[in-house]
C-alpha cells in the first residue's frame, strides 16, 4: 500500500480500526493529514486549508469575519508511494490504485435470445464495421479512440441514476458508484494510452463530433431503456475485449512495438517498474472484462423487471 510518511506513522500505531475498508482508512488518513497540516503552519507546510494565500491581508472585516476573497492554493493532500517517492499524480490517488484481475473469463458472452437483446447486439456489430474500416490495423489510436468513447455510458448512467435518486428520496443500490467507477476507470484507459499514442487532427476532430452524437444518443437511450442501454454498453465491451485480444496478438508479431509501460500506468495498476505495453493492454483488457459483467447485469436486473436498486452493485468489482 502507498501511503505517506505521516500517515504510515499513525497507521503503523493502529489508530484506524482494523474493520474498516481500505478507502475509508485512507480517507481517515487524509483527514488526519490535514488536520496535522493546518495545526502546524509554522512547518511551512500547506496540505490542506481555506485560508487564503497572504494570510490575513486578505481577510474581509471585522477579525471574527470569516469572509475572504480568494480560495487559491487548495492543495491535494501529499501522500507518497510505498517507497517514499511523492505521488505525482494528480488525476488518482493511491487508494484507487488496483491490480487488475486477469484471471477474469474473457470469453463469456451473453447470447441475445430477446428482441431487444438482438437488437443491442447488431447495434454494436454494425457500429464495428465503420471501426474496423476507420482504423484498420492502428489499434494504438483506436484503443485511444474508442475509451474517449467507453468512458461516457458510465457517466451517463450514473448521470441520470443521480438525479433520479434525488427525484425519488431513495438509495440507488450502490449502482451510481458503481457506474461512475466505469467511467473514471475507462477514462484511465484513455489517459495511459495518450502516453503511447498520438491522435493527429482528424481523429480529434472525429472525437468531438462521436462525442457530442454518442453523448446524447445514450442519454435518450438510457432514458428510453436503460435495459436496452446496459445491453449495448455489455457487448461494446466484448468488443473492447476483441479489440485488446488482436492489439496483444499485433505486440506479440511484433509489428507494434512493445514500448516500457507509460509511468501512469504502473501506478495506476501496481505493475512491476519493469513491466511494458503488453501488460497495460493485459491489465485494460481485463477491466474491459468486468465492464462487460456489470453492464449485463445491470441490464439482466431490467430484463426481470426490477430496478437496479433491488440487486447491490458490484461496487469495486474490477
Ligand atoms: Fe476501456
Ligand atoms: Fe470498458
Same mark, same amino acid.
Given at each position: 500500500m502507498m501511503?505517506? =510518511?505521516?500517515?504510515?506513522t499513525? $497507521?503503523a500505531?493502529s489508530?484506524?480500526p +482494523? ?5 475509508t482508512? *485512507? ?9 496535522d497540516c ?12 481555506t485560508?487564503?494565500?497572504?494570510g490575513?491581508k486578505?481577510?474581509v472585516?471585522?477579525?471574527d ?6 480560495y487559491?492554493g487548495?492543495?491535494p493532500?501529499?501522500v ?5 517517492a511523492p505521488?505525482k ?5 493511491p487508494?484507487e490504485?488496483?491490480s487488475?484481475d486477469?484471471s477474469?473469463?474473457l ?7 430477446t428482441?431487444?437483446d438482438?437488437m443491442?447486439?447488431w447495434?454494436v456489430?454494425t ?6 474500416l ?5 489499434y ?8 474517449t468513447?467507453?468512458?461516457?455510458? =458510465?457517466?451517463?448512467?450514473?448521470? $441520470?441514476l443521480?438525479c433520479?435518486?434525488? +427525484?425519488?428520496?431513495e438509495?440507488?443500490?450502490? *449502482?451510481?458508484?458503481?457506474l ?5 476507470n475507462?477514462r ?20 468531438f463530433a462521436?462525442q ?5 444518443a445514450?442519454f435518450?437511450g438510457?432514458?428510453?431503456s ?7 454498453v455489455g457487448?461494446?465491451?466484448e468488443?473492447?475485449i476483441?479489440?485488446y485480444t488482436e ?10 512495438e512493445n514500448v516500457?509501460?507509460p509511468?501512469?500506468a504502473?501506478d495506476y ?5 519493469n ?6 493492454v493485459?491489465?485494460v483488457?481485463?477491466?474491459?472484462a468486468?465492464?462487460r459483467?456489470?453492464?449485463h447485469?445491470?441490464s439482466d ?7 437496479l436498486?433491488e440487486a ?7
Open positions: 501511503m505517506s =510518511g505521516l500517515g504510515f499513525r $497507521l500505531s489508530c484506524t +482494523r474493520y474498516l475498508s481500505t478507502a482508512a *485512507w480517507r481517515t488518513l487524509s483527514n488526519d493529514i490535514v488536520s493546518i495545526m502546524a503552519p509554522s512547518a511551512g507546510v500547506r496540505c490542506n486549508s485560508a487564503p494565500l497572504g490575513d486578505q481577510a472585516g471585522a477579525k469575519d470569516k469572509g475572504i476573497v480568494s487559491w487548495l492543495d493532500t501529499k507518497s508511494k510505498e517507497d517514499g505521488w499524480w494528480t488525476c488518482f490517488r487508494w490504485a488496483y487488475a486477469l477474469i473469463d470469453k463469456k458472452h451473453h447470447a441475445p435470445t428482441l431487444l438482438k443491442a447486439y447495434t456489430k457500429l464495428r464495421w465503420p471501426t474496423d476507420f482504423f484498420q490495423r492502428r494504438g489510436c483506436r484503443a485511444m479512440m474508442l475509451e468513447v467507453a468512458a461516457v455510458p =458510465g457517466m451517463v448512467g450514473g448521470m $441520470l443521480h433520479k435518486s434525488l +427525484r425519488r428520496f438509495n440507488s443500490g450502490g *449502482w451510481i458508484k458503481a461512475l467507477e466505469e467511467a473514471e475507462e484511465m484507459h484513455l489517459m495511459t494510452f495518450m502516453e503511447v499514442s498520438d491522435p493527429i487532427w482528424y481523429d480529434r476532430a472525429l472525437v462521436v457530442g452524437v454518442f453523448f446524447n445514450y435518450l438510457y432514458i428510453i436503460p435495459k436496452f442501454a446496459h445491453r449495448v457487448y461494446l465491451e468488443e473492447a476483441h479489440s492489439f496483444l496478438k499485433e505486440l506479440d508479431n511484433g509489428n507494434i516500457p509501460a509511468p501512469i504502473i495498476w501496481r505493475l512491476p517498474p513491466s511494458t505495453l503488453r501488460d497495460v493485459l491489465a483488457r481485463a477491466d474491459e468486468h465492464h459483467d456489470v453492464n447485469f445491470a436486473i431490467h430484463d426481470q423487471g426490477r430496478q436498486k447491490p452493485a458490484p461496487l469495486g468489482y474490477h
